[in-house]
């Protein structure tokens, strides 16, 4: 028996989970009546299992080099299990090691490059999205109000939270940077009466949204551009801001530029939220043992996290003021745990949806993506934080007197009051 196959065979006796492993000469190891059954097909592959390369695991599933039978969820406490370290620790970064992510990060976040990039993902299939998003298609962290709600039901709850912290009024002007589908922009003009944009870089969601302004009879006051933020006249300012999933792909180099964009955007007096995945590590932009380039091959190229703290620095030095911060990572755990199991649940059509050998490879990119981002919310490797923000202050005496030309009341008892309607 080979060293290799003798690490992995005492790893199987210390797993949560009873796995059965097919080797590449077609030995097995394992108990016959395990839960997991794990498929092994070359060498390379079985060292990567060996030394918990997780990601470079995630990567031969994908490539067909990999596979297993069995939950999914079973499959991520076997990943969990099996690594060396903390994927935060593998990925601390030194000075040296932190220029070369900054060049990396200028470099990689053009307007032509951020355009591709988002196509990339976005632009896959609106029906695959379709299967296992909730009915208005929200692609981002839902709320669970109540611990039994249902995707649908935190995802409307999520919408509803924002609004309340951007205290939205009837009339208002409001944009919604990187909208989506347009479940976010549809429902503060439906139910807050504002008076919406949403920009986009995806030409599907695009035409998608589009088409339900119209069906909705929106036109009038709701419109979706297909831009990016960069491009957006600050003459013309909005009372307010969300952005929404969105400053992931903005790039850790551009984000006081980004916060600065978003400031010259808004009203004075006005508020912007921003709602993104942050990392739960202080030094780094991805996570190791091979996760986080797994994601940037097959799901987001171009995708860069940063920790909290350093959210608050670039969002000071952009001009804006920090009034609210928001952990919702347990909840995002969640959120992704349903989009999987309602993607398990219909593999059959995601296959049919997705035809052809390259989409068969991102049908089981996303399985193995969003069973590991639930994964990695619950151990804390990257959290999500919404973030409410204004323009920095100018030396006023009256902000706690409810001026009518400032939005942000300084208590938060406005969050959890009745709304007028």
């Known amino acids: 028996m080979s060293s290799i196959t003798a690490t992995v065979e005492s790893r199987l006796s210390n797993l949560p989970v009873t796995v059965r492993v097919t080797l590449p000469d077609g030995r097995t190891i394992g108990p016959e009546d395990a839960r997991l059954a794990v498929r092994i097909k070359d060498s390379a592959t079985l060292a990567h299992l060996a030394a918990g390369q997780v990601g470079s695991l995630g990567e031969a599933y994908v490539e067909g080099t990999f596979d297993f039978d069995g939950s999914v969820r079973d499959l991520m406490k076997v990943a969990a299990a099996i690594l060396p370290d903390s994927p935060m620790n593998q990925m601390r970064a030194g000075a040296f090691t932190s220029l070369i992510y900054k060049l990396r990060s200028i ?30 298609r929200v692609y981002s962290c839902a709320y669970y109000r ?83 933020y960069r491009k957006l006249d600050p003459e013309q300012p909005f009372n307010k801001i969300a952005s929404v999933g969105m400053f992931e792909h903005v790039g850790r180099a551009h984000l006081t530029a980004y916060f600065t964009t978003l400031r010259k955007l808004l009203s004075p007096g006005g508020l912007v939220l921003n709602h993104g995945i942050t990392s739960g590590g202080v030094d780094h932009s991805q996570l190791g043992a091979g996760m986080g380039e797994f994601i ?27 009034l609210d911060t928001e952990n919702l990572r347990p909840h995002y755990a969640r959120t992704l745990w349903a989009w999987s199991d309602a993607l398990e649940a219909k593999l059959d059509e995601a296959k049919a949806t997705l035809a052809g050998e390259q989409g068969q490879k991102s049908l089981r990119a996303y399985r193995v993506y969003l069973a590991g ?39 938060r008892d406005y969050m959890y009051m009745p709304r007028e309607q």
Not at 126 to 134: K, T
Not at 161 to 170: D, E, W, Y
Not at 304 to 315: K, P, W
Not at 389 to 409: F, T, V
Request: one cysteine or more; a negative charge; aromatic letters at 10%.
């Open 107 to 136: 470099w990689r976040h053009s307007l032509e490059r951020d355009a591709k990039q988002i196509e990339f993902h976005y632009d896959l299939s609106d029906d695959f999205y379709g299967l296992w998003l909730d009915p208005r």
């Open 146 to 228: 109540h611990p039994d709600n249902s995707l649908a039901q935190a995802q409307e709850a999520k919408l509803d939270h924002i609004c309340r912290k951007l205290r939205l009024q009837s009339g208002e002007r409001f944009l919604d940077v990187g909208a989506g589908w347009g479940g976010l922009l549809l429902w503060a003009a439906e139910n807050y009466g504002v008076d919406a944009t949403g920009i986009t870089l995806s030409k599907n969601q695009h035409a998608y949204v589009n088409r339900l302004i119209e069906s909705k009879g929106l036109s009038g006051r709701v419109r979706m551009q297909l831009l990016d």
């Open 373 to 411: 981002c639930a994964m990695s919310f619950e151990y804390g490797w990257i959290a999500l934080h919404q973030v409410l923000a204004q323009h920095s202050p100018e030396g006023r005496q009256d902000e706690l007197d409810n001026p009518a030309d400032i939005a942000y009341p300084w208590r």
């Open 296 to 322: 940037e091959k097959y799901i987001f190229p171009g995708g860069e996290l940063t920790h909290i703290s350093h959210v608050a620095r670039h969002l000071a030095e952009g001009g804006l003021e920090d």
